[in-house]
């Protein structure tokens, strides 16, 4: 906790025969994490690949291109099956596939091919079709030339200008598509003319096919023929679907296997190797190194050897040092959000344990509602049920979490979908009446809420409240500062930097309570000059720009004012649709109650989304932007151990 | 519009016309600084979409360049409230 789990540089050293056995051993234990060797001036050089590499990616990737065509996508797998049993029916079972999934592809590309045809020449027929000519006389004249086209405007007009040049034509036309459709017979040596004349009417010249017959029997046929295509292709859809049904598990196991099998034989290209040893250099937790140790000492009986340098004595820079967060279950979700920003650096403090209690404290105090907290928390278990593995289900866990505190602040409130629960207003009263056994208990109680955010007296209450938590949380943003500067640059720059912001706020603090008559006027003075000496701390620790630092101290406080405003943007918003829907809609009676359930129900969905989204963003900038700015670095590398987490197969 | 005179008004319709005013201003206190948000946001949130579609693991990075100037509308939200109820 607060700490990333203790690393030590390790260096794995044994003979060169028995690298594969070493690797098929650390692949299957995880424990290690591997730095790549670079080769430099010395005699070592990096290893060479094993055998199956060359293999198995071949197969990989006709593998993953049947992947791809058969649309599989990585799935939840209760069913673990035998790695040696995928491994023997692997090649005979791939070929099949392969040559099954080709011939598939083959006869869709070939009846796509058509289909793409046949809807060109359906386009090129359709104007075509309403001339009252076969294709054939189109072509073949030697005196005459035939235009075929779109125009725009009056055939009379065109007609006209067309016989002021000759009076030898023939012009068939019909109206298509907002345009007219026309083709003209002219001697050759008026070609030049006509197509002067027919170019003011945006002429628009149309392909004739090579074909023969009446253009309306030729498209009809190949709408036929497309409709037919259209079912061939339905129904090799179908036959798609069935392949993928059969031989998904088979895919998706064998992907696994095969990725693993290459791994492993490229793995050597990340070792140094000599003439007869390999050298691994790489990281082990502290608390997994005996086990590590002594696996190798059985299998190898001291041909494979591991020893540790120690990281904490060597001067190695913490940002090198891969990081693996060290926190308990309940914490995890948490690291999520930590990833989201930056993995903190080797030396610096994890503060996965606190925001694992300020973000869902934020998140309760911004959304505090008894009913929207319940609806959360479905949603989240019903999330956690649904997701099995993946970067969504510690975002579901972190729902329940939010889930729970927004429901004890809800009682804290006393809110439900933003009406009272008790008191003169209990919605439970209203319901049920307040004379009833049941409402008269809610109408009486009174100890509810601490603070009603629904009335405007305690409003300035929670103002207050939530910029109070603001000035706690910057303030353990401080001293864990003031601890990670002291660890990486000394005691001085962390009393500078971050002790002074502390002495400033407290005379900022001195002043302010002197100043409102709490404490003896003389703190006034006393509080300015401690305000002062933070300032030339300041100055002194991080140079003079620092003094345009200092209004976000104040800007930062302000900012937890959030805690309150959203909060109650949200009950705004819920009451809002509860006085439409009880005041101006039931009223009326009749469809007015049905309009009335309608608007309660989409409006509380909507200002249920908006409760998850507005509060949770907020929340986490408070932590990102307030908090984090005060202490955090993060860029560390992450811990990646050496091997698979396996999904679909197992080794038996 | 109601035409009043303030010699003639009654302190009720002189309330009324206060808590008006207030009522103006705590909208153009939240409308305005939304805007401003708004604006402050739009250049900031397509250049961190464009940072991330270059790298994705800026997400973070880009999530809070872009609420940075959220704080101008809250700022705004609690000025309209403290207009409102004190």
New interface residues.
């Given amino acids: 906790m607060l700490k990333a789990k203790k690393v030590s540089k390790a260096v794995i050293i044994g003979n060169k025969k028995l690298l594969h056995p070493t690797v098929d051993i650390l692949h299957s234990i995880q424990c290690i994490h591997v730095e790549d060797f670079t080769e430099d001036d010395s005699f070592l050089r990096i290893g060479k690949p094993g055998e199956a590499a060359s293999k198995a990616s071949h197969k990989l990737v006709k593998l993953r291109s049947i992947t791809n065509f058969l649309g599989i996508k990585p799935t939840h797998s209760d069913n673990l099956q035998n790695e040696d049993a995928i491994l023997n029916e692997l090649d005979a079972k791939l070929e099949q596939l392969d040559s099954t999934v080709n011939d598939l592809l083959d006869r869709k590309n070939v009846l796509g091919n058509e289909l793409k045809n046949i809807d060109d020449s359906i386009f090129l027929l359709e104007p075509l079709s309403l001339l009252p000519l076969d294709l054939e006389f189109y072509k073949g004249y030697s005196a005459i030339t035939v235009i075929t086209g779109y125009v725009q405007g009056e055939i009379s007009e065109i007609e006209q200008e067309i016989r002021s040049i000759t009076a030898n034509y023939e012009l068939l036309s019909s109206p298509h598509d907002r345009r007219n459709v026309i083709t003209l017979f002219v001697p050759v040596e008026h070609q030049q003319q006509v197509t002067d004349i027919l170019e003011k009417y945006y002429f628009n010249d149309i392909h004739v096919p090579e074909l023969k017959g009446n253009p309306g029997k030729i498209m009809s046929g190949m709408k036929n023929r497309k409709e037919d295509i259209q079912l061939e292709l339905t129904s090799l859809e179908d036959e798609i679907a069935d392949l993928k049904g059969k031989y998904m598990d088979f895919i998706l196991a064998s992907d696994e296997v095969l990725s693993i099998t290459t791994e492993k034989a490229e793995a050597p290209l990340r070792f140094a190797t000599s003439e007869s040893t390999f050298i691994i250099d790489c990281w082990i937790a502290d608390d997994k190194f005996h086990q590590v140790e002594e696996t190798l000492e059985t299998n190898f009986n001291g041909s494979v050897m591991i020893s540790k340098l120690d990281a904490e004595k060597e001067e190695i820079e913490s940002s090198t040092i891969p990081v693996e967060y060290d926190n308990p279950g309940l914490v995890k979700p948490l690291e999520t959000i930590m990833?989201?920003?930056?993995r903190p650096l080797y030396k610096e403090i994890d503060p996965s344990v606190i925001i694992f209690f300020t973000f869902p404290l934020f998140y309760g105090l911004m959304l505090g509602d008894i009913g929207y907290g319940l609806v959360l928390f479905t949603l989240g278990m019903v999330g956690r049920a649904k997701i099995k593995t993946g970067g969504l289900r510690p975002l579901a866990t972190l729902l329940v979490y939010c889930s729970i505190t927004t429901t004890i602040f809800g009682v804290l409130f006393a809110e439900i979908f933003g009406f009272h629960v008790f008191g003169h207003h209990s919605i439970v009263a209203v319901l049920f009446g307040e004379h009833s056994a049941l409402g008269g208990i809610f109408y009486n109680f009174h100890a509810l809420p601490i603070l009603d955010r629904l009335g405007?007296d305690d409003?300035?209450i929670l103002?207050i409240v939530s910029a109070l938590i603001g000035v706690v949380h910057l303030n353990l943003g401080f001293i864990l500062g003031f601890r990670n500067e002291a660890v990486s640059h000394g005691i001085k720059t962390a009393v500078l930097e971050k002790l002074s912001w502390i002495v400033l706020q407290l005379g900022i603090a001195i002043f302010a309570l002197a100043a409102l008559g709490y404490i003896p006027v003389v703190g006034m003075t006393g509080g300015i000059v401690i305000s002062v000496i933070g300032v030339v701390m300041l100055i002194a620790g991080e140079g003079g720009a620092a003094i345009l630092e200092l209004p976000s101290i104040l800007?930062n406080t302000?900012?937890y004012?959030?805690l309150?405003?959203?909060g109650?943007?949200s009950v705004g918003i819920a009451y809002a649709i509860n006085y439409i829907v009880t005041n101006l809609l039931f009223p009326e009676g009749g469809i007015f109650i049905i309009l009335g359930i309608i608007v309660l129900l989409i409006g509380h969905t909507v200002n249920t989304v908006l409760g998850v989204v507005a509060p949770g963003?907020?929340a986490?900038?408070l932590q990102?932007?307030e908090f984090f700015t005060k202490f955090y670095h993060g860029g560390g590398r992450k811990f990646n151990p050496f091997g698979y987490n396996r999904k679909y197969t197992e080794v038996k | 519009m109601v035409d009043i005179s303030i010699a003639d008004a009654t302190v009720e319709q002189i309330l009324a016309n206060q808590k008006g005013l207030i009522a103006i201003g705590a909208g153009l206190a939240v409308g305005l600084s939304g805007i401003a948000s708004g604006i402050a946001e739009k250049d900031i949130g397509a250049a961190a979409v464009g940072a991330m579609a270059e790298r994705e693991e800026l997400?973070?990075?880009g999530?809070?360049l872009t609420?940075?100037p959220?704080?101008i509308v809250?700022?705004g939200?609690?000025v309209a409230?403290?207009l409102?109820?004190?």
């Fill in positions: 990833d989201l920003y930056s405007k409003i300035p103002l800007s302000l900012s004012t959030r309150a405003a959203v109650l943007s963003l907020h986490l900038r990102y932007v | 997400f973070g990075k999530l809070i609420v940075i959220e704080t809250i700022f939200l609690v409230i403290l409102l109820f004190l």
